[in-house]
């Protein structure tokens, strides 16, 4: 099965095209370049449009903007190209980039989101040795280190939600429709808030 992948949940955007398994190609940019990102990936693979069989999107959590870049891209390519889209947990694409670790991405508002929860960084309990990776764990490092966790350091690819990763945990594909984001909190620009 031929998949696309993508997310635009954290800052830096990830791309990938794999074929049963193998990865065609892959690309890291920003949510504003994605579609020229995914141009890129099936020009260089000389793959068509008409090819792509699924796609496989992050969900979150993440940036609420770069969130909703990839799901309303993920549904207008879906759309247009008469596929299914599987939602996939960016922190389960940084888990599985880096199997045994805790995925830590950077919530702003100096939280970060971990599986199932946002937190201060400053209550986040690690043992010693637990490896974090993300961008969570590159903005706290030095408080993390001082609970006792490995961080890689900040160029380690192991803090990337790589695309290639959404498209092997990709199973349960859908109408893009139903594919909904995963947000851990409200919205800052929340309109129902005094």
Known sequence: MLILAFDTATEVATSALVADGEVLGERSSHAVTLLEDVDALLRQSGTQTRDV????????????????????????LAFALDVPVAGISTLDALAAGAPGALP???????EVFVPGRVLMPA??????????VGSGAVRYRELLAGKGADIPPDADERHLPRARFHAELARDFRPADEVEPLYLRLPDADKTRP
């Open 53 to 76: 069989e699924a796609l496989a999107v992050g969900i979150g959590p993440g940036s609420f903007t770069g969130v909703r870049i990839g799901l309303s891209t993920a549904r207008g």
């Open 104 to 110: 830590v991405i950077d919530a702003r508002r100096r």
């Open 123 to 132: 209550e986040l309990e690690v043992e010693a040795g637990l490896l974090c």
